[in-house]
């Protein structure tokens, strides 16, 4: 059984799983009967002034079936008083000395009110800070959240003022709001970053209802932008991730958030950089309880591919990811239909006619049935036959030999000195 002990900004976790800034962390009670569960580690819900929430303040995407696609929500930081949550982390981490305690703050860009939430708030014991620099309703409005984690000036002078005043590690939590996520990553390297996690809740407006042709939650007849996370979201994350993971110039340990709901989806994180991921939404869907799978099945897979340690997991997809430019133009691939498993639905050849490149012919064979036949000459792999047909591995991509390989950026300097 392999190791599943993790370090993030020097911070040692028992496993890689934590429990994200949220409403599965926002009392000691959630987060005691959490690290029973089995989780590593949980970032306390945001700490900062006294807030009044809404009525309502949740909407799910369901699609085709799935009951929480996608998750937004108009939920502001806790609106339980600091006293209060300084004193059950303190008991919490009293009760549970080997799980961590992350605190997540969020207050007025102000030097003298960064210092003061953090000197309270490892006063009660946290093991590290996560700067909440990601909400993009509510309190951007008041120039928190997004607002400042939109502006690299703003994530600088705020993460140089925690580090300032703290004395545990400090993780700046990334918004995916921006053009360019490396941009701020950048900013909260440069004043010193311990680690860096991402991405908080994509601004969104779940739907109308088409009946009283109110938002998706509504309060009373009105509603506003919210955050948006879930499944839906977890290839918007995974790069972001990569993005990060591959830069030289931002060399510190990533934690990864984003549709993490499966030990398959912490591993994915973990191969492109994360060296912890934080989950939320799936164990509000789940419970605390789903841990237990991700645990064992993290372990089953360590043991799969002969990997003493969780940490031997961690960026080993980092070297393959490239751009764009760097990709070989000579690689081919060509999609071949197995005329046993089809059931010539003719989805493929639909899809192919009307939205690709026409290369699936119809014949009839020698028994008169109708079947169908890639044209591999024509086929540029594009995927999307193998993704629409309904049966598994009916239809497979097939490696093509190709010319020596050939990336742009070589094509473009052999032009050169023509």
């Known amino acids: 059984m392999a190791d599943l002990q993790v370090t993030c900004a020097g911070i040692k976790s028992m496993n890689p799983f934590w429990l994200a800034s949220g409403p599965p962390t926002n009392t000691g009670y959630q987060v005691q009967r959490a690290f029973e569960a089995g989780w590593g580690g949980a970032v306390w819900k945001t700490l900062g002034d006294p807030i009044i929430n809404v009525s309502s303040r949740f909407s799910a995407l369901q699609y085709k079936g799935r009951r929480v696609a996608g998750f937004n929500n108009i939920e502001l930081i ?10 059950e982390i303190s008991e919490t981490k009293k009760k549970f000395p080997g799980h961590v305690i992350i605190a997540s703050l969020m207050v007025e860009p102000q030097q003298e009110k960064w210092h003061e939430i953090v000197k309270k708030t490892e006063a009660a014991g946290v093991d590290g800070l996560e700067l909440n620099f990601g909400c993009p309703h509510g309190m951007a409005e008041r120039g928190m959240g997004s607002a400042s984690g939109q502006v690299p000036e703003l994530v600088e002078k705020q993460t140089y003022w925690v580090k300032e005043a703290a ?18 990553a950048y900013a909260a390297t440069r004043a010193g970053a311990d680690a860096i996690s991402m991405i908080n809740t994509i601004n969104s407006l779940m739907g109308v209802n088409l009946d009283t042709w109110n938002t998706i939650p509504d309060v009373g007849g009105q509603g506003t932008h919210g955050g948006y996370c879930g ?7 995974l790069s972001m991730v990569a993005a990060c993971a591959r830069d030289s110039e931002i060399d510190v340990p990533i934690s990864g958030i984003g549709g993490i709901e499966t030990w398959k989806d912490a591993a994915e994180y973990m191969l492109m950089g994360a060296s912890t991921v934080q989950v939320c939404t799936a ?42 430019g760097d990709l070989n133009l000579n690689y081919k691939r060509v999609a071949r239909i197995d005329t046993d498993r089809c059931i010539n639905c003719n989805k493929c050849f639909i899809s192919c006619e009307d939205t690709a490149h026409q290369c699936i012919e119809r014949f009839i ?6 079947q169908l036949k890639v044209r591999e000459e024509d086929c540029v792999g594009c995927n999307l036959c193998a993704i629409v047909c309904p049966v598994d591995d009916a239809i497979q991509m097939i490696e093509k030999p190709g010319d020596a ?12 000195k023509l």
């Open 78 to 87: 806790t609106d339980r008083p600091l006293d209060v949550n300084l004193r």
């Open 167 to 184: 004395e545990t590690p400090v993780i700046v939590k990334l918004t995916p709001n921006i053009t360019d996520i490396t941009a701020t």
């Open 231 to 237: 499944p839906a979201v977890k290839p918007i994350a």
């Open 283 to 324: 164990a509000m869907h789940h419970s605390f309880r789903m841990v237990e799978d991700m645990i064992d099945g993290l372990n089953n897979y360590l043991d799969e591919k002969g990997l003493a340690s969780a940490m031997d997991l961690v960026g080993k997809t980092v070297p393959k990811y490239r751009n764009w």
């Open 365 to 370: 064979d020698s028994e008169g049935h109708q």
């Open 405 to 416: 390989p050939m990336t742009w950026n070589q094509r473009q300097k052999l032009l050169e």
